[in-house]
């Protein structure tokens, strides 16, 4: 729990940090690129290659590919079309998603999670009644993709890392999940990335540097390492606890006038949805004697 509670006052900062200086400024493709890299860079100093089956190796990198990589894309792609305190409230639907997930492994389907969602829906569309736009709505689908490859990447690095050889330590082989994620972030960034759009500041470059090195290199490592040692349940939630205290620091540092009572009754309503997604859930599990 320590590593999760960690990593998630470390990205806190990470929202806020983007919207303020990268977000329109730094072309998204090269800023998801940059971080890549740097974090690749961190953990290809450890990195044991003959430790390794080539089929774990393979796993290790499609998960980075899916958590990070594809997952960076679409993050950074929302922040062109929402506010920051709008992306962090999106991000509350990542437990439903973990818990579909795990659901879909065992071979089962739960249809309340549809009530759920909707009700979430509804949460996502009072926080901006007054100016919903199709950029709005866009904004709040690229958010669930990167929320279900977050979630898809978690749900299956906790399932790999049993398999992993004990003899080998996580750090000497995850250099393989920033270099999963390197084999989607240089295609985008080849294919859609706008070179006149570089970093132009030492500040800019500071705040890449530091996303880099730590909010993805060290902050990703700590977090699955985390993810390996708690349950689902436990998993589930902290996933959440990032909603409040990165809302705290943006509302707190840079957007002080953003529209607060109007967050709260939207963000409230999010919260309901995963409150009752939680009792349900507590109590299904209750009545088939699961603890």
């Known amino acids: 729990m320590g590593y999760l509670v960690g990593v998630t006052t470390l990205w806190a900062f990470s929202f806020s940090l983007i919207g303020a200086y990268l977000s329109g400024q730094v072309d998204s493709y090269f800023a998801v690129l940059t971080r890549i ?60 998603y973990i818990t579909l997930i795990d659901d879909i492994l065992k071979g089962r389907f739960t249809p309340f999670y549809l009530l759920t969602a909707a009700l979430a829906v509804l949460g996502a569309a009072v926080i901006r009644y007054a100016n919903i736009s199709d950029a709005y709505w866009a904004g709040f689908l690229v958010v669930q993709s990167s929320n279900l490859c977050f979630a898809v990447g978690q749900v299956a690095y906790r399932h790999l890392a049993p398999r992993l050889p004990r003899e080998v330590a996580h750090r000497h082989v995850f250099g393989w999940f920033y270099l999963g994620a390197l084999c989607v972030a240089l295609p985008a960034f080849w294919l859609f990335g706008d070179i006149t759009a570089l970093p132009t500041t030492s500040l800019q470059w500071g705040v890449l540097v530091w996303l880099g090195v730590v909010a993805s290199g060290l902050g990703y490592f700590l977090w699955n390492k985390g993810a390996c040692r708690v349950d689902a349940g436990t998993l589930a939630i902290m996933n959440n606890a990032l909603v409040p205290a990165g809302l705290l620091v943006n509302l707190l540092i840079w957007n002080r006038d953003a529209d607060v009572p109007r967050l709260v009754l939207g963000g409230g309503i999010l919260l309901a949805s995963l409150l009752i997604n939680t009792w349900w859930r507590r109590r299904h599990q209750a009545s088939l004697g699961i603890a």
């Open 37 to 96: 890299v740097l974090a690749a860079l961190v953990f290809l100093i450890w990195l044991r290659p003959r430790r390794l089956p080539l089929g774990h190796v393979l796993g290790l990198m499609a998960i980075g590919a899916i958590q990070l990589g594809a997952m960076y894309i679409g993050f950074y792609q929302s922040f062109l079309l929402l506010s920051v305190p709008e992306v962090l409230l999106f991000t509350i639907f990542t437990p439903l």
